[in-house]
């Protein structure tokens, strides 16, 4: 089945600090990226629609400039948490959709950020 | 607008038992329906999906799950629980028509196995 990684997979950090997470895409091409926002023993919040060569669609309340996205490639997208407090702390997902007559979705295994 | 319900944040069945998990669901239209299983600090494992056809749909790890137009629900089964089936369950939809494949997810059943 298709994969796809993140990286990495546990990050801690200072406050203040901007902390970049990859989502790959490793045997399919990507134009669209979901990310998530996973609190503890909850649902999966949708962030933002990562799209290959323009910009990104934010879900309502989430802050452009804060969470920064970069669709660079056909199997590539990064999220930056730019300035990072403590209650960005979280653990972010990624899925990427690939193409074909259902668009099955195929789900990063996640990255854990701690910002001290 | 779309909309998932599980109605229990919590499901307990003793290892051999039955389990149900449910699931129903506020569409537009036909939608694709999945479940999803989450180990702890782990992405998300697809189990199984309604897409169209007999509305008994069976996945992985011997789970099934059924679904019902006219109740708008797709609850998840297994006829033996295990012990290693604790985990965190999400259901989800997508509307037919998304060319993006957009989910959305249930709030999460957490299912706990007693051995």
């Known amino acids: 089945g298709a994969v796809v990684s993140q990286h990495p997979s546990r990050v801690i950090c200072k406050s203040g600090t901007s902390v970049k997470i990859e989502c790959r895409s490793l045997?399919?091409?990507?134009?669209?990226m979901f990310w998530y926002r996973q609190f503890p023993k909850q649902s999966l919040m949708l962030m933002a629609t990562?799209?290959?060569?323009?910009?990104?669609?934010?879900e309502q309340g989430v802050e452009k400039d804060k969470f920064l996205i970069n669709h660079a490639s056909l199997t590539l997208s990064t999220l930056t948490v730019t300035s990072a407090h403590p209650e960005d702390s979280s653990f972010y997902i990624c899925?990427?959709?690939?193409?074909?007559?259902?668009?099955?979705?195929?789900f990063g295994p996640g990255t854990r950020l701690t910002v001290l | 607008a779309q909309s998932v319900a599980q109605p229990e944040d919590q499901v307990n069945v003793a290892e051999g038992n039955p389990l149900t998990v449910k699931c129903t669901y506020s569409?537009?239209?036909?939608?694709?329906l999945f479940w999803y299983v989450q180990y702890p600090n782990r992405g998300l494992q697809f189990l199984l999906k309604y897409i169209t056809g007999d509305n008994l749909v069976k996945g992985s790890y011997g789970f099934e799950a059924e679904f019902n137009k006219s109740q708008t629900s797709f609850h998840l089964k297994k006829p033996s629980a295990l012990v290693s089936d604790s985990a965190l369950y999400f259901c989800a939809v997508r509307d037919r028509g998304s060319t993006l494949g957009r989910l959305y997810f249930g709030r999460g059943t957490q299912l706990t196995v007693w051995p």
């Open positions: 569409v537009s239209g036909n939608p694709y």
């Open positions: 045997d399919f091409q990507a134009t669209t």
């Open positions: 899925s990427a959709p690939r193409e074909g007559r259902y668009n099955e979705q195929f």
């Open positions: 990562s799209n290959e060569g323009s910009k990104a669609t934010y």
